[in-house]
Nanobody, 126 residues
Framework: QVQLVESGGGLVHAGGSLILSCAASGRTFSDYAMAWFRQAPGKERDFVAAISWSGTSTSYADAVKGRFTLSRDNAKNTVYLQMNSLKPEDTAVYYC???????????????????WGQGTQVTVSS
């Protein structure tokens, strides 16, 4: 059974930085694309960033491009979301997701991800 455990959320002032981590277990981590989505109160869960199974391809939502960086460490079965220059509009619950099928690209479509973490709250104060 695939399990995803997020960590690293918290409260930060605008302009600050946070690193989110997502540790995966239950299958061969290196074979699957990974992604982050976020959900603000009263809004849908939106794509943030994704990384291909090989780590050679990443994609980002326009709202975070240039500020967020997604990476993976296959030796540690972990993905990291480095978030810089945070804005109040980045406030949301951030969810880690793992792809349904192996050897996938960095998809923005949440329907391509079957496994989800419990979420970690990120709050950016102005």
């Amino acid at each position: 059974q695939v399990q995803l455990v997020e960590s690293g959320g918290g409260l930060v002032h605008a302009g600050g930085s946070l690193i989110l981590s997502c540790a995966a277990s239950g299958r061969t981590f290196s074979d699957y694309a990974m992604a982050w989505f976020r959900q603000a109160p009263g809004k849908e869960r939106d794509f943030v960033a994704a990384i291909s199974w090989s780590g050679t391809s990443t994609s980002y939502a326009d709202a975070v491009k240039g500020r967020f960086t997604l990476s993976r460490d296959n030796a540690k079965n972990t993905v990291y979301l480095q978030m810089n220059s945070l804005k109040p509009e980045d406030t949301a619950v951030y969810y880690c997701a793992a792809a349904s099928e192996p050897y996938g690209y960095s998809s923005r479509n949440k329907n391509n991800y079957s496994y989800w973490g419990q979420g970690t709250q990120v709050t950016v104060s102005s």
